[in-house]
């Protein structure tokens, strides 16, 4: 994949965030020159890192510095990246279909899967709220093990930032209380990922710098 060096290139995430993992993964995986700082969210807002709070709008992670411009939303960022790198961006014509599995990621998988598994390590819920988070996790894996039934990546020219998307919070799924392995084409999708050159496990992208 094609490498530029951008080494005004400043990402802040978080240890436990997947959506900050799908940026930092992209960065690794094009072995792009950056610098990465942690920033603990237990923190309150006021008083984290001045730099980091003058640079996101939200109050979130992940943001990205990129020659002075701060870039906000995962999603947005990863097709920020991609432009600029020119990798994982996928064939004129995937466009539509990244940008669709992208915002289909914002609503479902990004949301079902994380919540559950917040609830199930951090903060307790309501066995109906636990069911619904459940109900919606499984749903969604079953719409990502249908697409790859036919398909070995969410579109036919290869991983694009719309997979770092949708796996990001995937490689946490035991702690969500779900099995890859119930979902037989999600399971060989995510172990396709795993073998990209440059492809690190959240645990270990997302602990330091």
């Known amino acids: 994949m094609p490498t530029t060096p951008y080494p005004s290139l400043l990402l802040y995430g978080s240890a436990g965030s997947g959506h900050s993992y799908k940026v930092r993964s992209l960065l690794l995986l094009t072995e792009t020159p950056h610098r990465y700082q942690p920033i603990a969210l237990d923190t309150p807002r006021a008083q984290r890192p001045a730099d980091f ?3 996101s ?3 979130e992670v992940p943001v990205l510095v ?8 995962s999603d947005a960022i990863l097709v920020h990246l991609a432009q600029r790198t020119s990798a994982f961006c996928g064939a004129p014509s995937e466009q539509s279909a990244i940008l669709e599995w992208l915002f289909w990621e914002t609503n479902r998988i990004g949301f079902s899967v994380p919540n559950l598994r917040f609830a199930l390590r951090w903060a307790p819920q309501p066995a109906e709220v636990l069911a619904y ?9 079953a719409t990502l093990n249908e697409a790859f039934a036919s398909s070995e990546f969410l579109v036919p020219s290869g991983p694009t930032i719309a997979d770092l998307a949708c796996s990001a919070y995937l490689f946490w799924l035991p702690e969500a209380g779900l099995a890859a392995e119930d979902f037989p084409h999600v399971a060989r999708w995510l172990n396709s990922l795993r073998a ?8 270990e992208a997302m602990a330091s710098a």
């Open 53 to 55: 709070v003058a640079a």
């Open 57 to 59: 709008q939200f109050g």
């Open 66 to 73: 990129d020659d002075g411009t701060a870039y906000c939303q």
């Open 133 to 141: 988070l459940r109900e919606r996790a499984m749903a969604d894996l």
């Open 196 to 203: 990209l050159p440059g492809w690190v496990h959240p645990n």
